[in-house]
């Protein structure tokens, strides 16, 4: 038997795809887009990992270095120290990279330069598979992304109730929002000078959605304008799921995370579509 196959006579490459559970890589014809991406990634296992670092090095300086300079704060009846306040923050914004990162740059890498979706469309999946299955594969990465950063966040002391288990499939939901806006504003780019815009969007995002300091340091309008930016949403949501504090707040904050990422994904069949048009 060669080195290069499996007992089955399958490559290695396709053993995550015996592993995970169908409902994992999506539904329909979708799914075989989702497979052809775990495949894809078992050749560059590296570039998927390389993402969870950024978020987990500022958690580390955070817990070495500002932790003792900041003090304890006040966060829903508990005493927490800075870190602690910051983590949920700081997982939010995991989440939002390892979606991001994949709806975007590699999405515009298929659509434009290795034209991986023209070949796609000659199989029986369409546009709105094509759709499905980026975002469901984004939604995956920043699964991964969201479940090691709340283990370190567990192992560190940082998960301040039980609660803190259902930052999980919060963070989830962060990821489905931008996994759907990434590809759709994807599709409208022309040129790799376009993600510019990207940067220009998510670096504030991170540094002004409350994820280092409390939303009250802000103006009244400009408390407003960052109150309704997605990642604050994810933040806050996963801030106060971290505490224990259960309110309606939750559920309104998922749902217009799920609805973003619901129209990015209407935006994004609709623009390959054209795009892709015979």
């Not at 939901?173 to 815009?197: E, H, K, L, N, P």
Request: net charge positive; proline share 5%.
């Amino acid at each position: 038997m060669s080195a290069t196959t499996g007992g089955a006579g399958r490559p290695p490459a396709a053993l995550p795809l015996r592993v995970l559970p169908p409902a994992l890589l999506g539904a329909g014809r979708a799914r075989r887009l989702v497979a052809r991406n775990v495949v894809s990634y078992t050749r560059h296992w590296w570039m998927l990992a390389s993402g969870f670092f950024e978020p987990l090095f500022y958690l580390l300086s955070i817990g070495l270095g500002l932790n003792h300079l900041v003090g304890r704060l006040e966060l829903g009846g508990h005493v927490v120290a800075y870190s602690a306040y910051v983590a949920p923050g700081l997982l939010a914004s995991s989440a939002m990279n390892g979606a991001l990162f994949d709806s975007t740059f590699n999405v515009f890498f298929k659509l434009k330069i290795a034209k991986t979706y023209d070949a796609v469309l000659a199989t029986p999946l369409g546009v709105r598979d094509v759709a499905v299955g980026e975002v469901t594969w984004s939604l995956m990465r920043g699964a991964i992304y969201s479940f090691a950063f709340l283990v370190v966040m567990g192992a560190m002391g940082l998960a301040l109730t039980g609660w803190a288990v259902l930052c999980f499939p919060a963070a989830m939901v962060i990821s489905f929002a931008f996994a759907g806006v990434g590809m759709g504003a994807t599709c409208y780019m022309r040129r790799w000078q376009d993600f510019d815009y990207v940067s220009l969007a998510s670096i504030p995002m991170f540094l002004f959605s409350a994820v280092f300091y409390p939303l009250s340091v802000y103006p009244g309008w400009l408390r407003t304008v960052v109150s309704l930016t997605p990642l604050y949403q994810g933040v806050d949501m996963l801030r106060e799921l971290d505490a224990g504090i259960l309110t309606p707040a939750i559920a309104a904050h998922a749902a217009y995370l799920a609805a973003l990422g619901i129209l990015g994904m209407g935006v994004a069949a609709r623009r390959l579509g054209v795009l892709l048009r015979p």
